[in-house]
């Protein structure tokens, strides 16, 4: 079993920046597809962005691509969001999700498929 949890969130106004992070414990010494999701409520959660962790390489949501980074450091075992430039839209509470099956590890794979999840940390944007 892998413990995941979130921190970093906060308030903060349009245009400024929050870096989540995501630690985790457990599980085995193997790779991960790991990936932040968010959620609004009364809507389903959406898929932000998503990481493969043996290759680093991020994959994004239309809505933050070229604002939002994706990155992992295995050392730290720390999954991380660095949000830029954000909007009063990207206001949710923030989800990080891990599961062994690296197959399709896009911000699009559902989240039935993430086996591990943290218990969020809330984003909010003053416009």
């Known amino acids: 079993q892998m413990q995941l949890v979130e921190s970093g969130g906060g308030s903060v106004q349009a245009g400024e920046s929050l870096r989540l992070s995501c630690a985790y414990s457990?599980?085995?010494?193997?790779?991960?597809?790991m990936a932040w999701f968010r959620q609004v409520p009364g809507k389903e959660r959406e898929g932000v962005a998503a990481?493969?962790?043996?290759?680093?390489?991020?994959y994004y949501a239309d809505s933050v691509k070229g604002r939002f980074t994706i990155s992992h450091n295995k050392a730290e075992k720390t999954l991380y969001l660095q949000m830029n430039g954000l909007k009063y839209e990207d206001t949710a509470m923030y989800y990080c999700?891990?599961?062994?099956?690296?197959?399709?590890?896009?911000?699009?794979?559902?989240?039935?498929?993430?086996?591990?999840w943290g218990q969020g940390t809330q984003v909010t944007v003053s416009s």
């Open positions: 457990g599980g085995v010494t193997k790779d991960y597809c």
């Open positions: 999700a891990a599961d062994y099956r690296a197959g399709a590890c896009q911000p699009t794979r559902p989240q039935s498929s993430f086996s591990f």
């Open positions: 990481v493969y962790t043996l290759t680093n390489i991020g």
